[in-house]
Antibody, heavy 118, light 110 residues
Framework: EVQLVESGGGLVQPGGSLRLSCAAS????????MSWVRQAPGMGLEWLAN????????YYVDSVKGRFTISRDNAKNSLYLQMSSLRVEDTAVYYC???????????WGQGTLVTVSS | QSALTQPASVSGSPGQSITISCTGT?????????VSWYQQYPGKAPKLMIF???NRPSGVPDRFSGAKSGNTASLTISGLQAEDEADYYC??????????FGGGTKLTVL
C-alpha cells in the first residue's frame, strides 16, 4: 500500500523559512516523479512543483519560483520542500503526491498545515 | 498559469446525472490529453477519479466518466449517489511542463 506522510508544518513568521518532508513507502520511490500541492483554508488546490526521479528536472508554479525549492533523497525515500521568504498567503495545507501516467497525481499524503502569521 | 475555470457549484438528485465543466486554454486543456479529475471530501486529501481525460483508475465506479472538446473538459457522474457529495477539481498539464488546477466545484446531492 502506498503511503505518503508529510511533516514539518507549523507556525512561522512572515519572512521566515520552513522545510517540509514527505516520507514515502509502499512503492519504488526512485521510479516516480513527485509533486507538492497546497490548499489554503477554504480554497482550492494549487499545484506548486514537481521533481523528476533523479532530481535532474524540477518545475515550479510562478508564485513560488525563487522562494521554494523541491528536492528528494531516493536513499531515504523522502521528498522535501524548502520554503523561504514566507508570506501570509502561503498559509495552507501542503500535500505531497506521487505523479503517475499522464501527469495524474495517483496518491496523496494527508497533508501538513503551514501557518504564516506574526 | 491562470486556474482552469469550473462552476462553483452543481447539484442533482439521487439517480440523476450531472456534468462539471473545466475550461482552459490551448496551453493546457486544449494542448493535449493530460487532464485529470479529483474528488475531495472536507478535511481529506484529494483522490484521483479520472486521468488522461477519460480513464478511470482501478476502483473508481464506472458512474464517473470524462470527456474533452477543444479547451473544455468535463466530468459526468451518472446515477448520482449521496456519497458523491464532495468537491471536484480538474487539473491539466501545461505546455510549460507544469500543472494547473481548476477552482473546484462543490457537488450537492439533493
Amino acid at each position: 500500500e502506498v503511503q505518503l506522510v508529510e511533516s514539518g508544518g507549523g507556525l512561522v513568521q512572515p519572512g521566515g523559512s520552513l522545510r517540509l518532508s514527505c516520507a514515502a513507502s509502499g512503492f519504488t520511490f526512485s521510479r516516480d516523479w513527485m509533486s507538492w500541492v497546497r490548499q489554503a483554508p477554504g480554497m482550492g488546490l494549487e499545484w506548486l512543483a514537481n521533481i523528476k526521479q533523479d532530481g535532474s528536472q524540477r518545475y515550479y508554479v510562478d508564485s513560488v519560483k525563487g522562494r521554494f525549492t523541491i528536492s528528494r533523497d531516493n536513499a531515504k525515500n523522502s521528498l522535501y520542500l524548502q520554503m523561504s521568504s514566507l508570506r501570509v498567503e502561503d498559509t495552507a495545507v501542503y500535500y505531497c503526491a506521487r505523479d503517475g501516467f499522464a501527469a495524474a497525481l495517483n496518491d496523496w499524503g494527508q497533508g501538513t498545515l503551514v501557518t504564516v502569521s506574526s | 498559469q491562470s486556474a482552469l475555470t469550473q462552476p462553483a457549484s452543481v447539484s442533482g438528485s439521487p439517480g440523476q446525472s450531472i456534468t462539471i465543466s473545466c475550461t482552459g486554454t490551448s496551453s493546457d486543456v486544449g494542448g493535449h490529453n493530460y487532464v485529470s479529475w479529483y474528488q475531495q471530501y472536507p478535511g481529506k486529501a484529494p483522490k484521483l477519479m479520472i486521468f488522461e481525460v477519460s480513464n478511470r483508475p482501478s476502483g473508481v465506479p464506472d458512474r464517473f466518466s470524462g470527456a474533452k472538446s477543444g479547451n473544455t473538459a468535463s466530468l459526468t457522474i451518472s446515477g448520482l449517489q449521496a456519497e458523491d457529495e464532495a468537491d471536484y477539481y480538474c487539473s491539466s498539464y501545461t505546455t510549460s511542463s507544469t500543472q494547473v488546477f481548476g477552482g473546484g466545484t462543490k457537488l450537492t446531492v439533493l
